[in-house]
């Protein structure tokens, strides 16, 4: 068995109780929260997105 030194044992002690520091180049957001997840639509939501909505004149045009 390898004989530790003092030194070692301390820094593998501090490693263990110092408290976790997030590096300054990591991502704020988990990737996974990052990315939306996909919604079920029903049917008649379904058909409700594939239709343009419906448009009314402005009232500056209706006045012409």
């Known amino acids: ?10 820094e ?7 408290p976790y ?3 300054p ?3 704020t957001v988990p990737p ?3 990315a939306p997840r996909p ?10 997105a594939s239709r343009p909505p419906p448009t009314q004149p402005l009232p500056a ?3 012409r």
């Open 1 to 10: 068995m390898r004989a530790l030194s003092a030194a070692a044992i301390v």
């Open 12 to 18: 593998a002690e501090s490693a263990v109780t110092r």
């Open 21 to 23: 520091t997030v590096p």
């Open 25 to 27: 180049s990591a991502p």
């Open 32 to 34: 996974a929260a990052a």
């Open 39 to 48: 919604v079920m639509m029903t049917s008649a939501q379904s058909v409700a």
């Open 61 to 63: 045009a209706a006045a």
